[in-house]
T-cell receptor, first 117, second 112 residues
């Protein structure tokens, strides 16, 4: 199956700093990538939808200035958590799709565990 | 909006069958999925079913869909300790099947 690589898998940062998480589709072109967030013992919640070459679409309640998403190429989307605070500590996971109606699978990265101290 | 519900915990003995249930509210759901998440890891797609199907079987996994009741279940036959994980059901109705609404997840514990 298709492979989506997410990097880093774990990161610890100090409050007030910014952290960038990368999501790469290794063997296919991802016209659309999705960023999810998972709090401990809770489900995954969609944060935003990233389309190559255009602005991301954010879900209600997600601050676009805090969670910057860039989808500059068909194989790479980045999520930058700006001015991170301890409450931003979470498991962030991306998924990628080709946008083809015949595609019935979302390919997920391994996830990034962010801890803000 | 869409809502997907699951029971939080299930414990079964090794060798028994596990049945994980899921209910959803969006009648326009096109695809329904089951994902497995092991500790600290990402999501692994186990299987999916189209909304016009009633059942799908894939080796030890059987998915049943009752569209009238908006009820989805995953049966794992001959459950093994390696099946211990969190299982998420998810639905999509966007056609691209990549924007998913997830359930709350069911933690499956397999005991010896």
């Amino acid at each position: 199956g298709a492979v989506v690589s997410q990097h880093p898998s774990r990161v610890i940062c100090k409050s007030g700093t910014s952290v960038k998480i990368e999501c790469r589709s290794l063997d296919f072109q991802a016209t659309t990538m999705f960023w999810y967030r998972q709090f401990p013992k809770q489900s995954l919640m969609l944060m935003a939808t990233s389309n190559e070459g255009s602005k991301a679409t954010y879900e209600q309640g997600v601050e676009k200035d805090k969670f910057l998403i860039n989808h500059a190429s068909l194989t790479l989307s980045t999520l930058t958590v700006t001015s991170a605070h301890p409450e931003d500590s979470s498991f962030y996971i991306c998924s990628a799709g080709t946008g083809d109606d015949m595609n019935t699978e979302a390919f997920f990265g391994q996830g990034t565990r962010l801890t803000v101290v | 909006g869409e809502d997907v519900e699951q029971s939080l915990f299930l414990s079964v003995r090794e060798g028994d069958s596990s049945v994980i249930n899921c209910t959803y509210t969006d009648s326009s759901s096109t695809y329904l999925y089951w994902y497995k998440q092991e500790p600290g890891a990402g999501l692994q797609l186990l299987t999916y079913i189209f909304s016009n199907m009633d059942m799908k079987q894939d080796q030890r996994l059987t998915v049943l869909l009752n569209k009238k009741d908006k009820h989805l279940s995953l049966r794992i036959a001959d459950t093994q300790t390696g099946d211990s994980a969190i299982y998420f059901c998810a639905e999509s109705h966007t056609g691209t099947a990549s924007k998913l609404t997830f359930g709350t997840g069911t933690r499956l514990q397999v005991t010896l």
